[in-house]
């Protein structure tokens, strides 16, 4: 099985990439091939998307024209509809299939295909199976999730309704009916599965049985993942989720051959299984969440994806806990959050939920945003990203420590805060840096994948495999670079403390302790050094809150020490007892062909609580001394920037993303703040290639540039929201 996939997986990528290549420009829309390339030619094509969610008041109050409207006004090239699950919305024969209160016999969702066909649009049907009807519940107790002492639950927000089983005769027997008869009726192009893995732990029957048979042990009630309960779980509940995506997929196959199965937020091992298109739910910003965040998403779905198309599935409304689902968003904020995505490879996937409009405000930018998005369509089809920097998602690390939370499938989002706030932190500095770089996926460090990256970041990923250390040595000694921080390879891939560090070797220390919480310690920048350029006129400055005691190998100079703590209270104690040590705080080696930056603290994570400038040279300085090589865009101007590097058949593309806003770091956008510069751009343009023209597809303006050697620079006068140099090549 795991063969099978991975080669067909390798089939698809060259049919993506050949397809690509192959391509018209235009936005041409095309269904389906057929044989190996089934499925891909149309999701490739599907630049713009647009989702409504139906609610079961829709069928007698809605307008169906509207959205037929809405679709053409944004060039919409496919929809994602909902059919069916929890409720559906067309006159489904299967019993226990709940129609929607007042649906009657009216098929909604045929109506909206049809549309949508006469548009040359391709189909998506949604499914949502996390909750059942109390008529099912009556037919199929066995059907219901269970708390922990084996009651049924009912649904926590619809009292007339109880949530479903995972691993039950729900997901596999009732939902493939469902399936079928949707796939049967409408041959959808592809299906979208919403809350497809259960909602949490479920302790049934079916569940405690399956379990036992496939452990020899009772389901776990304990969350601490190396809890050997837990443990096994975390495991088993991937496999079952592996075998339900299987036999669904399986089912809408078996109606349609290029039909497919695409699961909220991907599928969780990439190895495995290979979707056309993959739509991430990342709605809004909500709490303290940086406008970069979209894009990041967009790179951790990508660093999987490859070259598949992967959607943004944005809210027109405010994506908040308080879940105000039929609200509006401001224009400036929506726009914001999706040039975000855009400017990082997602494709717009716009969510609306109701099929009524009785606040039509969001119309206008969301129509904005995708006729930008229109009008530039040759220069969004990005073929590679020219990124020589990636920073490596640990998919693991939060599952098995720092108190992670166990998986749940489908989430590429690590769970445990430590682990997220040094990506963010490490994240944060790179965009402030403007260094274009990537996400790497830590399921995939082969040389296939990373090889094309001189330097690869490892913020505090601590859990790593024997094999993955060899993939990252191999990488290094080959000519590769790595910066790491605070744990990283501390841990084996399922969190098991190892007695040194797996990466020991390119360290060049060997691990003593850990300590957390550290106050009022300091660090010494050392001079002259790559990495403490620009922090010549700083006798000391702040240490992380985590150091680890570390034993040097040699007795190399290094270009930080350490000040240890020392009290902060009274006030007549605080002075240090040393003035400077000898205790490298950071290890810059040459390995191999290679160069590797070790910090024995977690400077990232700091960073992201202090957002000290002090760090921000420091963790850039350490990406820029472990390249040794110019970064192939940079840019000199005022302000936040966001950037991406991109080339597509017939041209370059350099993203600038403006993120200079008092609402960067906490939204809502209340306006955007045009920057003006002047800003020059330089890139570094791949061999072979000739620059023809350059122009500003946001102003719409003709740029001022010249070309030296592989140096293309370039002039931009000033950057509105989300501004795109683009080089056409001849
Ligand atoms: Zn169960």
């Not at 030619?41 to 409207?69: H, K, L």
């Not at 005769?169 to 949707?182: N, R, T, Y």
Request: net charge neutral; aromatic share 10%; hydrophobic share 40%.
């Amino acid at each position: 099985m795991h063969e099978e996939g991975a080669s067909r997986r390798e089939a698809l990528q060259l049919g993506a990439g050949g397809l690509m290549a192959a391509m018209a420009l235009d936005s041409t829309r095309a269904f389906a091939l057929t044989g190996d390339m089934a499925g891909l030619e149309w999701s490739n094509n599907a630049m713009r998307w647009v989702q409504v969610a139906f609610t079961e008041d829709d069928p007698p109050n809605y307008d169906p024209q509207f959205w037929f409207d809405l679709f053409r006004k944004t060039h919409a090239d496919a929809v994602c509809l909902s059919a069916g699950g929890c409720i559906c919305f067309y006159p489904s024969k299967l019993p226990l299939q709940k129609r929607a209160k007042y649906l009657g016999d009216h098929d909604m969702f045929g109506e909206m295909v049809k549309g949508a066909r006469e548009q040359k649009m391709s189909v998506i049907a949604r499914v949502d199976p996390h909750a059942m009807s109390n008529e099912a519940f009556a037919a199929h107790p066995e059907w219901a999730a269970c708390t922990v002492d084996g009651k049924p639950r009912r649904h926590w927000a619809a009292k007339d309704m109880w949530v479903t089983c995972q691993n039950g005769g729900f997901m596999f027997d009732f939902m493939p009916q469902v399936l079928k008869e949707i796939a049967d009726t409408y041959q959808p192009e592809g299906f979208f599965g919403n809350r497809w893995a259960g909602s949490g732990m479920c302790y049934c029957n079916t569940c405690r049985m399956l379990f036992r048979t496939a452990t020899g042990m009772d389901l776990p009630t304990s969350d601490d993942p190396q809890d050997p309960q837990r443990h096994a779980y975390i495991a088993w509940n991937a496999e079952m989720r592996w075998r339900q995506f299987k036999l669904w997929d399986d089912t809408v196959k078996a109606s349609k051959a290029d039909c497919f199965f695409s699961p909220n937020g991907g599928m969780n091992d990439p190895n495995k299984v290979t979707i056309p298109i993959v739509a991430v739910d990342r709605q809004g910003r909500h709490g303290t969440t940086p406008v970069w965040m979209m894009g990041k998403f967009a790179k951790i779905t990508r660093a999987y994806m490859h070259n598949l198309p992967v959607a943004g599935i944005f809210n027109v409304g405010v994506e908040d806990d308080n879940r105000w689902k039929d609200s509006v968003q401001r224009g400036p904020e929506l726009a914001a959050w999706m040039h975000g995505g855009i400017a990082q490879g997602f494709r717009p996937w716009v969510c609306k939920f109701n099929a009524r409009v009785f606040d039509p405000r969001w119309v206008a930018p969301v129509t904005d945003i995708y006729e930008w998005h229109f009008r530039n369509d040759r220069y969004m089809r990005n073929t590679e990203n020219l990124a020589r920097v990636a920073m490596i998602n640990s998919t693991q690390t939060g599952i098995y420590t720092a108190g992670g939370a166990p998986l749940t499938a489908g989430d590429n989002i690590p769970t445990a805060q430590r682990v997220t706030d040094s990506q963010n932190g490490y994240y944060q500095a790179l965009v402030e840096a403007r260094i274009p770089f990537e996400m790497a996926d830590d399921r995939q460090l082969e040389g296939r994948y990373i090889d094309r990256y001189r330097v690869l970041v490892l913020p505090d990923i601590a859990a790593l495999s024997d094999s993955q250390c060899a993939l990252i040595r191999d990488y290094v000694q080959k000519g590769g670079r790595i910066v790491a921080t605070g744990e990283t390879s501390l841990y084996d891939e399922t969190g098991k403390k190892r007695r040194n560090f797996g990466l020991v070797d390119l360290f060049g220390c060997d691990y003593v302790k850990t300590e957390n919480g550290i106050k009022n310690s300091y660090l010494t920048p050392r001079h002259p050094h790559d990495l403490t350029k620009g922090l010549e006129d700083a006798p000391r400055i702040i240490a992380a809150t985590q150091q680890i005691t570390v034993k040097p190998h040699a007795d190399t100079r290094q270009p930080l020490t350490l000040v240890p703590a020392y009290p902060d209270l009274p006030m007549e104690r605080v002075y240090p007892d040393v003035l400077e040590t000898d205790i490298p705080m950071v290890f810059c080696n040459e390995v191999g062909k290679g160069r590797v930056v070790y910090f024995p603290m977690d400077l990232d994570r700091t960073f992201w609580e202090v957002l000290a400038e002090d760090h921000l040279v420091l963790l850039k300085n350490a990406v820029l001394w472990a390249a040794a090589e110019p970064q192939p865009m940079t840019v000199t101007g005022p302000g936040l920037i966001d950037v991406a590097y991109w080339r597509q058949k017939n041209s370059l593309t350099a993203h600038l993303v403006n993120m200079t806003n008092p609402m960067m770091m906490k939204g809502p956008y209340r306006q955007v703040m045009p920057l003006d510069g002047p800003f020059t751009v330089t890139l570094t343009v791949p061999h072979g290639v000739d620059t023809k023209k350059v122009t500003l597809l946001d102003s719409g303006k003709a740029a001022r540039w010249h070309r030296k050697g592989q140096t293309l620079t370039i002039e931009v006068p000033s950057i509105r929201l989300h501004e795109v140099v683009a080089v056409d090549l001849s």
